[in-house]
């Protein structure tokens, strides 16, 4: 069976770029420098926007203003890392892209990072480009795993959600796009996916390379296509 989908609609963080794991070392040196800990929660805040970030950790540490404070110390971390090096792309990303657009189909980034620091973190990949449409963080008013973000990229390139394909890595991105009636594909990175997943219709696979060869097909009559008789 095949799904043809109008657009893609792709996650950055774990998704495009392998930024998970700077973003994690960074809270957890930041949140050290205060005496504190954010080992154990850091798996909640995976995929959040920024808002859900900070009231977790708030709820978490009890301390709105610290947060406050530990983030920026984190922001300026993580500055630090893209002075020194670019973030490396996930696997199969570029080309994931590549096929896509060959195909016809419109390309949305869906992120929660604010737009300066994914302008930042794309600069040094050339990817921009292949975007028809951003939506970050800033853009929207309630973050992952809120549907916001992934209607307005929709919108934004001008395609009905249904005829939408989501690639995520994260949990609270496969319930945003789930909530938006969008077909998700999961490419798990920090955080395994939950066992329902596929029951609920969610494509899992290992990396980006398998949506490049197994769900960026032409169908039979040479139309861009999902295909979906396969969950891994």
């Not at 005829?163 to 796009?177: K, L, T």
Request: contains cysteine; glycine residues 6%; charged residues 25%.
């Amino acid at each position: 069976m095949y799904f043809n989908p109008s657009a893609c609609i792709f996650d950055l963080d774990g998704l495009l770029l392998d930024s998970e794991r700077v973003s994690r070392d960074c809270w957890i040196e930041a949140a050290k420098e205060f005496g504190q800990s954010v080992r154990e929660i850091y798996p909640s805040l995976i995929g959040k926007g920024l808002a859900g970030c900070d009231a977790i950790l708030a709820e978490h540490f009890g301390d709105a203003v610290l947060v406050a404070r530990m983030r920026n110390r984190k922001n300026e971390l993580q500055r630090q890392v893209l002075e020194r090096a670019s973030i490396p792309l996930k696997p199969g990303a570029r080309e994931t892209l590549e096929l896509a657009k060959k195909n016809g189909m419109q390309i949305a980034l869906a992120t929660g990072s604010v737009r300066d620091s994914v302008h930042e973190k794309l600069r040094p990949h050339d990817l921009t480009r292949h975007f028809h449409a951003m939506v970050c963080g800033d853009d929207v008013e309630r973050g992952k795993p809120a549907p916001d973000i992934f209607l307005a990229a929709a919108a934004r390139v001008a395609v009905k959600p249904e005829a939408c394909v989501v690639f995520e890595d994260s949990c609270a991105g496969v319930e945003g796009a789930l909530a938006a009636g969008m077909r998700v594909v999961m490419v798990p990175d920090l955080v395994a996916p939950l066992e329902e997943y596929v029951a609920r219709g969610v494509v899992i696979i290992s990396s980006l390379f398998e949506a490049h060869q197994m769900y960026l097909e032409r169908a039979d009559d040479g139309s861009p296509s999902v295909k979906t008789s396969q969950k891994l």
